[in-house]
């Protein structure tokens, strides 16, 4: 009786943070809502889009050091994306190329840039694919039982490449990236949590994938 007593206690604690970190995250949603209004431009997102595509349109494309893939941008929230681009251009996110890359953008060039590699978002299915693991339990409630994002400012984690799953929650944990919700729920995953997570919703269908319309002349309008 007494270890249940602890558990719901500890319970107790849990949901009080889950509840507050959540309410941060909306307000952070909140703040971001005008990263990708309705007018954003695909078409000019896609013409200026040609240096991104030599590393996000290239399958299985690697970061060179450290090793790991060059994440799959298709299919993710462009909400997501555009708030991604400013963390690498404001220094919230630590990548150097990527800092570069975010440098030469506008906040409209983010915007329309977003909503041409989101192509069309993934959609949520509702439902699990077989036992969502144990230490993810938490993280479902934002990244989705099937990985799709319940709201368009979480990125959907389904089918995105498992070595930059574990690059950005180790991240997260070091204090490459600041986003503070994130780095709340890092902290508490052990290396073994991570590989776990990682593997679970790299294999989730649908799934984001890779750019799959690369840029040429005749394609660019
Ligand atoms: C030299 C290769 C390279 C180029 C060129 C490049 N990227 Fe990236 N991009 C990366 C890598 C590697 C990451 C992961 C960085 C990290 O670990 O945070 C990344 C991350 C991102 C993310 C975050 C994705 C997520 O799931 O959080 C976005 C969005 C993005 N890039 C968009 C762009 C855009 C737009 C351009 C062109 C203006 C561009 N990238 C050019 C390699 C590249
Ligand atoms: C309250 C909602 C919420 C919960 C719960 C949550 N996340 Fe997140 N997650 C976010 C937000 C918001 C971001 C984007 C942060 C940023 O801008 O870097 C994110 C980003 C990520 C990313 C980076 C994705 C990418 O494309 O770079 C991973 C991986 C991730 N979360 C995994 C997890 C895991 C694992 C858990 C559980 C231990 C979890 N999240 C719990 C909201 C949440």
Redesign the pocket.
Known sequence: MKGRGRESCQHAVSIAVIAALAAAALTGAAAQESAAPAHASAAHGKAI?Y??L???GIDDYK?AYPMYS??K?EG?NPEY?AA??HGYRDGD?S?L??HS?AST?SDKDMED?AAY?AGKPLAPTGKAQGSVPQTATLCVSCHGQDGVAIAPIY?SLAGQHEDYLV??LE?YRKGGRNNPVMKGFAATLKDEDIHVIARYFSHLKPSLSTESRPYTWLTAR
């Open positions: 889009s240096t991104c030599g590393c996000h970061n060059v994440p941008l993710q994306l991604a681009l996110r990548h190329t990527m890359q953008l840039i590699f990125p690059r950005a991240e």
